[in-house]
C-alpha cells in the first residue's frame, strides 16, 4: 500500500477548518521521527482519494462528500528534563545506557501533536 515501510505514525485530524465541513487533514511521520518525503505524501494523497485526468473523484476509499488533505510533520523537538537518583552499586555504564535507551522509547511512543489536545478549551 502506499508509504509502506515509510510511514512510522499518522493522525487524522477533523474540524481544523471549520469552513471546509467533512474534510480531514492526515499528518504522517516517518519511523525514525520527522517527517516524511514529499513522494510519500503524493503516494499517500493518490491512494486515499485519486483524482481522474478531468480531477474528478473516483475513490472509494472515503465517502463522496469528504475531502482528504495529507501532510507531513514537522520536527519538533522535546527536551526531557529529569534527574535520576540509583544506588551506587547499580551507577554503572551499562544501567546508564540502559536509562538512555528507555527515555528514546518514551520519546518515540509521543503520538504526532504532543499527549494533548489540539484545542484546549477552558473546562466549563
Known amino acids: 500500500y502506499a508509504g509502506q515501510g515509510q510511514v512510522g505514525k499518522a493522525r487524522a485530524i477533523t474540524n481544523l477548518d471549520l469552513t471546509d465541513p467533512g474534510r480531514?487533514?492526515?499528518?504522517?511521520?516517518?519511523?525514525?521521527?520527522?517527517?516524511?518525503?514529499?513522494?510519500?505524501?503524493?503516494?499517500?494523497?493518490?491512494?486515499?482519494?485519486?483524482?481522474?485526468?478531468?480531477?474528478?473523484r473516483t475513490s472509494s476509499r472515503i465517502p463522496e462528500t469528504a475531502k482528504c488533505v495529507v501532510h507531513s510533520c514537522a520536527t519538533v523537538p522535546v527536551a526531557i528534563a529529569a534527574v535520576i537518583?540509583?544506588?551506587p552499586g547499580y551507577d554503572t555504564p551499562a544501567f546508564k545506557?540502559?536509562?538512555?535507551?528507555?527515555?528514546?522509547?518514551?520519546?518515540?511512543?509521543?503520538?504526532?501533536?504532543g499527549n494533548f489536545p489540539l484545542f484546549p478549551f477552558p473546562a466549563v
Not at 545506557?97 to 501533536?113: E, K, L, M, N, V
Open 24 to 56: 480531514v487533514d492526515l499528518y504522517l511521520a516517518s519511523p525514525a521521527g520527522g517527517g516524511v518525503a514529499g513522494a510519500v505524501v503524493t503516494a499517500v494523497q493518490a491512494f486515499i482519494d485519486p483524482p481522474t485526468v478531468n480531477g474528478d
Open 85 to 87: 537518583a540509583v544506588w
Open 97 to 113: 545506557a540502559q536509562i538512555a535507551a528507555d527515555i528514546a522509547t518514551y520519546q518515540a511512543s509521543f503520538p504526532i501533536g
